[in-house]
């Protein structure tokens, strides 16, 4: 359904677990950057009215999620602050196309597996931690994590032939696999 | 209230109501550059915590605008497009200053501006168009842009003193005032 090509690593949790308020931390910039770049591709493509309507209510989406955030990290006492970001996002950018429709068609695509990655990492914390609110949390913005994957998927299959689509899926989808499974020294929501 | 320097003059609505779709048209780029005017602001200054949840918030709204106006447009038939906006936005960037925070301040006060005309321009169409729908619609909107104005000036005095604040935008209001009354060639949200 989510068009991964790998799980998380077993390890991943427990170090989740260790730091989740740095994990909060983390998730409120995923969540204003997964706002911010659907708002990038309707500036970038006005042209293509078919993106307009989705992308501009899963902006809306996200946007609610980085205030849900917000309120978390308040209520657990943590600073919202600027941290380094896991290298995932920019190593994901790096495989987009230069021409066109390669490039919009990578971008939803990479959009598409960033929230399949999230949608998976929220089920492992909801599942995982002791934290009964904040699993509550993980378990309710999943399924909109897994309704944006779906989303970002059919507009790519608005834009190609599904089958090309799937086809750029799977390459995209067994890059993200590696890449996600790099080391990293900080603990973040989209890191090994 | 909604401290602007000059009343709209009165060409500027038998001009608007006789190219309804273009200022439509207009208008829903309006509310998508609102949109991402606020989100900018997000990532613009992270360290600015009074700034995030005020503007997510404000940013939703816009984009709920966005998708508002898209609809009246698809019921007009009015295909959504690009076209050439107004110098009003280009010109009220350039006031801004250089330096923080005048920097930040003046972007707020310059939204609040925008917010303001808005305003104003929704409740000369409300009160001037015979199309009932279409006067509900602007209805609807004014009090939301005259709320974001009031955030806007809400969030300048949080940054500076409130006197301080409102010096400048009576300056800021001065310039958009002769602004707003330019000539432009097409009819526009905000052009005179």
Known sequence: MLHLASETASGWLPNAA?????????????????A??????LFSYPHHRFLQEPLAELAREELEHFQQVLGVLDERGVRYETIKPSPYG?????????????RLLDLLL??????????????????????????????????CEARHHGVYFDLA?????????????????????????RPCEWVRMHAG
Chains 1, 2 share one sequence.
């Open 36 to 41: 911010g770049a659907a708002v990038k591709l």
């Open 110 to 143: 990479i959009s598409a597996l960033i929230e399949a990655r999230s949608c998976e990492r929220f089920q492992i914390l909801a599942d995982g931690i002791a934290d009964a609110a904040l699993a509550d949390l993980y378990r309710s913005l999943l399924a």
């Open 157 to 181: 299959a608005c834009l190609v032939d599904r089958e090309d689509s799937e086809a750029r899926l799977d390459e995209l989808a067994r890059a993200e696999a590696e890449i996600i499974a």
């Open 90 to 102: 920019m190593a994901l950018h790096g495989l987009v196309r230069r021409d066109e429709p390669g």
């Open 18 to 34: 260790a730091h989740l308020n740095e994990v909060l931390l983390d998730h409120a910039h995923c969540e204003k950057k997964a």
